[in-house]
């Protein structure tokens, strides 16, 4: 077994740590996005550098223009580019428009529609499943779609939807067979968001600064042209999504985050002197730096092995609860030992600490809570006992 990345992971990686080292870290002493979006003025040069990085569009495959890489290549780069604070939290354009994975199931035709103008940016989308009770249990969802000749009616509401005050359309994940539900009976239709019918209902105003909102649903006519994949793939596709996601978006970016916590605590524990020694020479900050540094490298081995898994066509779904728990977990543990040994420093603005406590402190609850993870771990391991 060999446990190093391979070399042109690790170029990768150097790159794109000399990127946020020199571009991105020193534009914290200016702009913190704190929920907001990048202003035009300091995202567009950004862009450019990362196009000619040949870092446009990760995700997208080749044949679309995009990058095409793997999930491993991509949570190498989430954890470099999280070590900064300079990055809006939730829409993070630096690489290109946000692009659904889910259209990369459309067939031709939705594809020219909507995947092409994503990808071109001239196309919003945002995606729909979470409910006001059935959040953590997707499964539960009311929000229905009722076939009705070439068109479904959707009725239902969704709840902390991001991005959907500037999106053109909506992935609704809905039910369209009440018996089936969550084996089969659930699909994805792209929704316009200016139909008769769609109603944004409300905004909620996060820990994060970001405003996601709530989507009513009322009579919408939708066209069956506007399913994506066959009805009854729908959960299955949000899921395939959902499962990447947590491994990235919550296990490499939380690594990161930590990684350069870790190294905030380190360096600052060596400069400030208490009773005539610095705080480096005391064994209860040498101890806070030591169970950190263990954390983070189980974090981060687990981090690489699922998306490595995932690239290999495994099945990862419990390995990547697991990532979401173990990553956001430790993350979080060592932001708020950093933040314990600046002491009131730790607390300022000025730092990027906390920030990232409550940036934390948000992805632990989203795309499923460690306490429902740790429910549908237990099930698979107690069902496939032997």
């Known amino acids: 077994m060999d446990f190093n990345l391979p070399e042109e992971l690790q170029i990768l990686k150097s790159t794109v740590r000399r990127f946020v080292d020199n571009e991105l870290i020193p534009l914290e002493h200016e702009y913190r996005p704190d929920g907001e979006e990048m202003p035009e003025h300091l995202l567009r040069p950004l862009q450019e550098k990362v196009r000619a990085l040949g870092l446009w569009m990760l995700d997208v495959p080749p044949e679309f223009g995009g990058a095409g890489l793997d999930l491993l290549s991509r949570c190498i780069i989430q954890e470099e580019v999280s070590r900064t604070a300079a990055l809006p939290f939730r829409a993070n354009p630096l690489f290109g428009p946000d692009v659904r994975p889910i259209l990369f199931y459309a067939n031709d035709e939705q594809k020219e529609r909507f995947l092409q103008p994503v990808i071109a940016g001239k196309l919003s989308v945002c995606f729909a499943q979470t409910e006001p009770d059935a959040g953590s249990d997707p499964a539960a969802m009311r929000t229905n779609a009722v076939r009705d000749g070439d068109h479904y009616i959707l009725n239902g509401t969704k709840r902390f939807i991001s991005g959907a005050g500037r999106a053109d359309y909506a992935q609704v994940i809905a039910v369209t067979d009440q018996e089936k539900r969550a084996r089969g009976g659930i699909s994805c239709l792209m929704v316009e968001m200016k139909s008769p019918g769609v109603v944004l209902e409300k905004q909620w105003h996060t820990m994060m600064g970001d405003a996601p909102w709530q989507i009513f649903f009322d009579n919408v006519r939708v066209p069956v042209a506007n399913r994506i994949g066959q009805e009854g793939e729908g959960f299955s596709l949000g899921q395939k999504w959902i499962t990447s996601g947590r491994i990235k978006g919550h296990g490499a970016r939380s690594v990161g985050i930590a990684s ?25 900050i040498q101890f806070m730096i030591a169970d950190s540094a263990m954390e983070l490298h189980a974090a981060r081995s687990m981090v690489y092995e699922c998306a490595w898994r995932a690239d290999r066509g495994e099945d990862v779904r419990n390995l990547s609860y697991m990532v979401k728990i173990v990553a956001t977990e430790a993350a979080s543990k060592i932001v708020d030992r950093s933040i314990q040994v600046h002491g009131g420093l730790g607390l300022m603005k000025e730092l990027p600490l906390e920030w990232w406590y409550r940036q934390l402190r948000s992805i632990r609850i989203t795309e499923g809570t460690p306490e429902v993870l740790r429910w549908r771990m237990a099930q698979h391991l107690i069902r496939n006992h032997k």
């Open 260 to 284: 350069r916590a870790l190294d905030m605590m380190i360096e600052y524990s060596k400069v400030r002197v208490t009773f005539g020694q610095p705080l480096a020479n005391r064994q209860a």
